[in-house]
Structure formats: structure tokens, C-alpha cells
């Protein structure tokens, strides 16, 4: 990581990191959207915790984001992904930690050590061992676990049939958390190898809508098949090492850890608004009443810190898991569409990450907001614009048998409204979290485990290798094979061996 000067005043934008400055105007049509010369802001400054970027041009106020922090963060995200891995496991070597299924360049075969296959680094020549290239004697053990896990059993009744303690069952899940990791970056990287155009479809929501405990998950699927491309939290089991910032400061390294405070917030009566106009007109509302837009923690919320570990601001983990996709995918991929919900966050990390798709129109990312209601694939038949929103967002909608849909082109393009109509839904990445909580809905809804959010982290990889690689759609396809990944769908079994 370089940071280019850690000297700064409120004149200067946040430095830049790894060539990555994510402060600048991001209104689209804006002469200054994506330039980063500091002349084309004002730097407000009368509040010194809350510094805004006013752009001289467009007059929008983007929150200022601290790029040492997106970058670190990324970091973060990497090395959870990647534990467990066989990799370099040498700190001062610059291979450190990146994996042998990914990186294979990096590292020569180096024989066997018993049954396993052990690699030299070509960097630093330190060997090790692969863990998972032989058997896993575990496997039955494992297999059963998973089965009663999948048909709703408590921990504590599966400890109970399967006699072992607690602590073995939490080992356990994370063994086998590991292992979904390890065949989960094999069909990965097989993904991001195609250059073919892609739809996506992104969800943010709580991690445990019950607990608020500020624990957010962001998923993103290939949209067509369902296949979950990544899935990231902005939680940590660990204690930051930096000490704690109270308010944002993206001047300050480390200013993504929220410091442990519980913040209450009585709950608003909830506004039923009338209609889906109404409804994306209320969630603009609510998205310019927080103290940093970009930030849905920062808006009138409850939050019950979890006793443990380490929330991050939202941002730097949305920004991060778009970095990270924007390095899986194939850069020659023709043409991307990333469907969304309406949410500022995602709408700025999406343009930021993706700047130069963005500029050349190779990129379309789109607010969909659909009735429960809406058939999905439906012909848009008479299509209504409504300027939206403090930004004068343009939205298309449509109406049909009476429920409605609407899309926004966040990149300003107003050509084929009539096929984004039909064609955009976030549903791939909103049902696979919904069937999340129904599926484990006694580990989530768990009045202990409100604010003990770690214990879900392996359940998270489990549950993501289950679903691309063994769960079966009504025509007896996973999405893994879906996309051409693999031929037939994967057992538990299999999946464990
Ligand atoms: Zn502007
Ligand atoms: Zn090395």
C-alpha cells in the first residue's frame, strides 16, 4: 500500500492509494463527474467530522472516502477469502497469502509430504503443504452435520446425535467452511476466465434483520443463473489494531472501524407509502437525511454492537467487494449490467469502481424497483418518465395487471428502457439472502446469538458453495452448471471430499 502524501489539510481531497482516488463528482452527467483535479471543489469545512466535497459544476455533495481505507479493506476481504488455502505463508514475501489454485504461476510443485502435495514459493522458496490434496477423513462426520443443519436442527440437538461438544461442532463448521471455500474459488476463477456479457444482480440487507446489530451482507449473483459470484460483511471477529475514530474522518487511517457503541434510535412509525412513486420517493428522502449518504448506518437506525469483534462502515465494504469483482471478472467481458436497489451506497461504489466502463458506456448499472407482485420478463408495454429525487433521477415505469415496475439507468443512458424493463431484477441476489434466513432461521433469530454475529461467518461459505454447486433449480440444475462450470450438480458428499 502507498499513499502518495499522508500530509493533508481540508484543502487537499484524501490522498490517493494504489493509484485508486474515489473522491470526486459522481453525478454522471456532471463536466466534472470522475475527475479529480481538488479546483473543481469546494471542500466544506464547517463541519470539521463531516468534511463534503461540493462540486463547482453540479452543485452534488458527495461524502468524502478515505482510499488507504477501501484499499486496506480490501485486503481484509482477501485474506478472509483466501484462509485455509494453500499459499505463502511467508509475511515479508509478496506472494504472502495469495493461493495456489489462483496463482499458480507463482509457485513450482515441490513433491509430496505423505499424501499431500507440498509447493515452493518462486519468490521467497518457502515451502508448505497443500491441506486439501488428499482425502478428508473427516467426511462423514462433516456430512451428517450439514444434513441436520439443512433440516433445522439446533446446534445444540446436533451435538446431541451426534455426540460432541459445542466447541467440536464450531470446528467442525469452520473445517468445512474452508473446504467450501477452497471448491468455491476453483469454479470462481473458472468464472471470471469467460469474457462474455454479464448481468448482475446485487443485494445489501441486514445480516440478521431481527438483531439490528449493524451487520450488513452485500451478495452479488450472476442474475441469470443465480450463481453467487461473491458475498461480503463489514464485520470482523478481531479488534481493530488502530484506535478507534468516533466520528468518519477519511483523513484518518483506520476511520472504517465504527468504535463499540450502541446507538438507539425509537423506531419511526413505519410510513406504509402508497404505491411504488411514493415509495422511491420516501427511500430519497431517508437517503439525504443521513449524515453521510453513503453510509445506511449513518441514518436514523438502532444499533446493538455486538459484544465482540468489529464493525466497519458500510462503504469501504461495498467499495471493496466491487473492487474485488471488478478484478474476478474478465476485463474483456463486451458489456456488464449490475441491477440494484435504490441505494446511494451501491449506486457510488458501483460508478467509482467501474469509472472507465462507466465513461465508455460499457457498464449499466440500474436501479430496479419492482411490486412483489410483477412477473418478471414481462413486455413493458406503456413506459411513463418520472424525474426523481434531489438528483432528478431518471426512472422509467411501467404497469401492468396492476403492479408496477420502475428502473433507473444510473449511467444516463435512455436508450432500450423498454428492455431493461424487461430484462433487469436483483432477484437472483435478494431470494438467495431471503432463503438464507428461512434456511437457518433458528442460527440467525437466535435471541444469543443477536449479537454474536461471528458464529454465522462459516455458515456464510457454506451456504454459498451449497447453493452455486449442489442446490437443484425446479429443472434439476444448479446454477454452477448453469453457467457451463461443471456438468452435473455436486452432493454434499462431494462436495466435502
Ligand atoms: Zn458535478
Ligand atoms: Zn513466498
Not at 476481504?77 to 506472494?95: K, R, T
Amino acid at each position: 500500500m502507498t499513499l502518495s502524501s499522508m500530509q493533508t489539510t481540508l484543502d487537499q481531497l484524501p490522498p490517493a492509494c494504489d493509484d485508486i482516488q474515489f473522491n470526486y463528482c459522481k453525478t454522471v452527467a456532471c463536466a466534472n463527474f470522475s475527475r479529480t483535479d481538488p479546483q473543481l471543489y469546494v471542500l466544506q469545512k464547517n463541519n470539521l467530522q463531516r468534511p463534503i466535497l461540493i462540486c463547482r459544476e453540479c452543485g452534488a455533495f458527495p461524502p468524502v472516502l478515505s482510499n488507504h481505507d477501501v484499499i486496506a479493506e480490501k485486503q481484509r476481504l482477501a485474506q478472509q477469502q483466501n484462509s485455509g488455502l494453500a499459499a505463502c505463508s511467508n509475511s515479508d514475501c509478496p506472494h504472502n497469502g495469495l493461493p495456489v489454485l489462483t496463482y499458480r504461476q507463482l509457485y513450482h510443485a515441490f513433491g509430496f509430504s505423505g499424501e499431500r502435495q507440498r509447493y515452493r514459493c518462486k519468490s521467497c522458496h518457502h515451502t508448505f503443504v497443500d491441506p486439501w490434496s488428499n482425502g478428508n477423513n473427516k467426511h462423514q462426520l462433516q456430512q451428517k452435520l450439514l444434513a441436520y443443519l439443512f433440516t433445522g436442527y439446533t446446534v445444540r440437538e446436533i451435538c446431541r446425535r451426534l455426540v460432541i461438544n459445542p466447541k467440536t461442532f464450531y470446528d467442525q463448521l469452520n473445517h468445512i467452511a474452508a473446504r467450501c471455500r477452497h471448491q468455491l474459488t476453483i469454479f470462481d476463477a473458472r468464472l471470471g476466465k469467460y469474457a462474455q456479457t454479464r448481468h448482475l444482480a446485487t443485494d445489501l440487507t441486514p445480516l440478521q434483520p431481527h438483531s439490528d446489530n449493524g451487520v450488513l451482507w452485500i451478495a452479488t449473483a450472476e442474475a441469470d443463473s443465480g450463481y453467487v459470484v461473491s458475498q461480503h460483511v463489514n464485520y470482523q471477529t478481531q479488534q481493530p489494531v488502530t484506535t478507534y475514530v468516533n466520528q468518519h474522518d477519511a483523513y484518518h487511517i483506520g476511520t472504517r472501524f465504527i468504535a463499540p457503541h450502541s446507538y438507539y434510535h425509537s423506531a419511526n412509525t413505519v410510513v406504509t407509502s402508497q404505491g411504488l412513486l411514493a415509495h422511491i420517493d420516501t427511500t430519497y428522502r431517508q437517503i439525504l437525511a443521513r449524515k453521510n449518504m453513503e453510509n445506511p448506518l449513518s441514518g436514523e437506525v438502532t444499533i446493538n454492537y455486538p459484544t465482540k469483534g468489529c464493525l466497519i462502515r458500510p462503504q469501504y465494504t461495498v467499495y471493496s467487494h466491487f473492487l474485488y469483482l471488478r478484478e474476478l471478472l474478465n476485463s474483456n467481458i463486451p458489456s456488464l449490467a449490475v441491477f440494484m436497489p435504490q441505494e446511494t451506497l451501491l449506486r457510488s461504489a458501483c460508478l467509482s469502481v467501474f469509472i472507465d466502463r462507466v465513461n465508455n458506456h460499457t457498464l449499466h448499472p440500474l436501479y430496479v424497483v419492482e411490486d412483489a407482485q410483477w412477473q418478471h420478463g414481462q413486455h413493458a408495454e406503456k413506459i411513463d418518465i418520472v424525474l426523481m429525487g434531489w438528483w432528478r433521477d431518471r426512472w422509467s415505469f411501467s404497469r401492468n395487471k396492476g403492479s408496477n415496475k420502475g428502473i433507473c439507468h444510473l449511467g444516463g443512458n435512455k436508450k432500450q428502457q423498454q428492455h431493461w424493463l424487461t430484462v433487469a431484477t436483483h432477484q437472483a441476489a435478494t431470494i438467495y439472502q431471503q432463503r438464507f434466513y428461512d434456511q437457518f432461521s433458528h442460527m440467525v433469530n437466535e435471541p444469543r446469538r443477536k449479537l454474536r454475529p461471528a458464529s454465522l461467518l462459516p455458515l456464510l461459505d457454506i451456504y454459498r458453495a451449497w447453493h452455486n454447486l449442489c442446490h437443484q433449480n425446479k429443472a434439476g440444475i444448479t446454477p454452477a452448471q448453469a453457467l457451463g462450470l461443471i456438468s452435473s450438480p455436486m452432493t454434499l458428499e462431494q462436495l466435502l471430499q
